[in-house]
């Protein structure tokens, strides 16, 4: 019934499209950060702003993504409701994979992560999560707030040797 020396707490992330549309350079102090402004179709067709997310650090990328979005700048924001910052638009034709903590829809992504540039996904697949209601309406959903535990079948459970400790690989999926 309480914490031990046994306990492995792991954390549930989450990972989806999103469409780029815009980005913003934020200085803070002495500190100059890149944010990507995503955003997702709600079912009118309307981009819906989601939240930010920093730029790749890794130079290569970095400058595979911004050779992109430079080259689709627009003078308007694309957004229903833009956000409020100073911000470069683009069009909305550049789709990124994120990886984030948390999201509820209407609140911004949590904990967002860049993975990558999607250039076989189209704009258009990437929406704001839908539900039926009781109605047979559709309107928006909130994600589950209760975290799910996954087991991972290389990790014997019980545990062969009570003090020895499960010892985790940080696997890297791209090439």
């Known amino acids: 019934g309480t914490r031990g020396a ?6 549930r992330s989450q990972r989806a499209e999103f469409v780029v549309g815009g980005y913003s ?8 950060s890149t944010h990507l402004l995503l955003g997702a179709y ?9 939240g930010s997310s920093t730029a790749p650090s890794d130079e290569a990328r970095r400058t595979e993504v911004f050779a992109t979005l430079n080259a689709l700048q627009v003078d308007q924001p694309p957004f229903r409701e833009p956000p409020r910052f100073v911000a470069t638009w683009v069009r909305p034709e550049v789709v990124a994979t994120i990886h984030f903590g948390r999201w509820e829809v209407g609140q911004p992504l949590r904990f967002p992560i860049f993975e990558r540039l999607r250039l076989d996904v189209s704009p258009d697949e990437c929406l704001l999560p839908l539900t039926p209601t ?7 959903q909130t994600p589950r707030k209760r975290p799910h535990l996954t087991m991972l079948p290389t ?19 791209e090439p």
């Not at 046994?6 to 954390?11: I, R, Y």
């Not at 350079?25 to 100059?32: E, K």
């Open 6 to 11: 046994h306990w492995l707490a792991v954390k």
């Open 155 to 173: 990790l014997p459970l019980p545990l062969p040797q009570p003090t020895q400790r499960p010892t985790l690989r940080i696997v890297n999926e």
């Open 42 to 50: 709600d079912p009118s067709g309307n981009l819906t702003y989601v």
């Open 25 to 32: 350079v934020q200085i803070n102090g002495g500190t100059r």
């Open 134 to 140: 009781p109605e047979g309406s559709s309107s928006q």
